[in-house]
């Protein structure tokens, strides 16, 4: 193996009859694919963040983060702690660390985001920012909502946005109005 060879291991996760897929560099995890998408999916990904890597299954390397979306699930994580290593450009990465500000169980909009981000006219930017987020459910992508409180825009699809916000509103004890398109 060429020792500048970057290793990226990943490892799978079953909730149910959804399957997951996370990877993680060195420094963090790096990609998590949702229910709906494939292997094929992150190895796409990771090919293209990380060109020369080999990836190798790890269950132990990953463990933790598997514990911490285990709990997230459970209803007994509210926040993530694990190292993160999302990778992006300076723009996502802006709106990606907003994302994680936005409170367990509340809602923001894409309008409230792009002024969090201090870019108010680029809401279609971070919209698009939402969109390559590598890391859902760690950064909490699927806590963004359309202007108006529909459901909108979700890599995972409505149905998962509405299961992830449901299961945090029950769990925080939050009832808030969100309308499914």
């Known amino acids: 193996m060429n020792s500048n060879q970057e290793v990226i291991y990943w490892a799978p996760y079953s909730r149910g009859r959804s399957q997951f897929y996370l990877s993680a560099s060195e420094r963090g995890l790096c990609c998590i694919t949702l229910p709906n998408e494939s292997f094929i999916r992150l190895e796409r990904q990771i090919i293209k963040r990380y060109p020369r890597a080999r990836m190798v299954r790890s269950d132990d390397r990953l463990a933790s983060y598997i ?55 680029a809401v279609r930017a971070v919209g698009a920012a939402n969109a390559n987020n590598p890391l859902p459910i760690f950064v909490p992508c699927h806590r963004v909502i359309g202007k108006n409180a529909k459901l909108v825009g979700y890599r995972g699809g409505i149905d998962l946005k509405s299961e992830l916000l449901e299961l945090e509103r029950q769990t925080n004890g939050i009832r808030t109005s969100i309308r499914a398109e």
Do not use: M
């Open 67 to 121: 514990r911490e979306l285990d709990e997230y699930f459970h209803g007994i994580r509210t926040r993530f702690e694990s190292p993160l290593d999302p990778g992006g450009t300076p723009f996502q990465q802006q709106v990606w660390n907003e994302l994680r500000q936005i409170p367990y169980g509340q809602t923001r909009s894409y309008s409230e985001l792009a002024d969090a981000v201090r870019r108010p006219k």
